[in-house]
């Protein structure tokens, strides 16, 4: 069965430090990938996905991903993180067939925190 | 911009009660969803509904049904609510592309 694990529970850093969080997936064939921002009491917000082409995805508020077909890992990243970026952050798959966006499957989710 | 909204943010409901949660999206979607989301295990997948009328188990069914009488509207109904119910449930729409799109969620307890 399909699975993401995203392996920091929590991450703190500074405000201006760069961020990286992880997430590797287990499948059959590369998937779909995505990361979703969760503010406080919030939904879930896109901030990127992968679907085929170049492995470094650009997102929303300056983050990226990028694919890693060897290590299974879908990594997203942040050069310069601000306080506004503390929230949860989900990595999902989903398969590649018709209406695969209907069957995403999430990782644990990893709550970051931004010192001032 | 895509807008999903849920009926409430916050509901505290009694043991056995039937409940009711209300999803509605404005953006003419086929696909809409239901999830649970619960500390250190993500998101998982109630059910789904890809027409109206039409509905498929998630990967955690058990417990709740679902209705979907039109295209904007998908109900989650918790049947006799029970304690370990007590979460976040959110809901999504998707249209052709394979994009999911969230509502607020609503955080139900159950006492």
């Known amino acids: 069965a399909q699975s993401v694990t995203q392996p920091d529970i929590h991450i703190t850093v500074s405000e201006g430090a760069s961020l990286e969080l992880r997430c590797n997936y287990s499948?059959?064939?590369?998937?779909?990938l995505f990361w979703y921002v969760q503010s406080p009491g919030q939904g879930l917000q896109l901030l990127l996905k992968y679907f085929s082409g170049d492995t470094l995805v650009q997102g929303i508020k300056g983050f990226e991903a990028e694919f890693k077909r060897s290590q299974s890992s879908f990594n997203l990243r942040k050069p310069s993180v601000h306080w506004s970026d503390a929230a949860e952050y989900f990595c999902a798959v989903a398969p590649r067939f018709n209406n695969a966006g209907n069957m995403l499957t999430f990782g644990g989710g990893t709550r970051l925190m931004v010192k001032p | 911009d895509v807008k999903v909204t849920q009926s409430s943010r916050y509901l505290v409901k009694r043991t056995g009660e039937k409940v009711f949660l209300e999803c509605v999206q404005d953006m003419d979607h086929e696909n809409m969803f239901w999830y649970r989301q619960d500390p250190g295990l993500g998101l998982r997948l109630i059910y789904f509904?890809?027409?109206?009328?039409?509905?498929e188990k998630g990967d955690i069914p058990e417990g709740y049904s679902v209705s979907r009488e039109k295209k904007e509207r998908f109900s989650l109904i918790l049947e006799s609510a029970s304690t370990n119910q007590t979460s976040m449930y959110l809901c999504a729409s998707r249209g052709r592309a394979d994009t999911q799109y969230f509502g607020p969620g609503t955080r139900l307890t159950v006492l």
């Open positions: 509904s890809y027409d109206v009328k039409m509905k």
């Open positions: 499948y059959g064939a590369t998937p779909y």
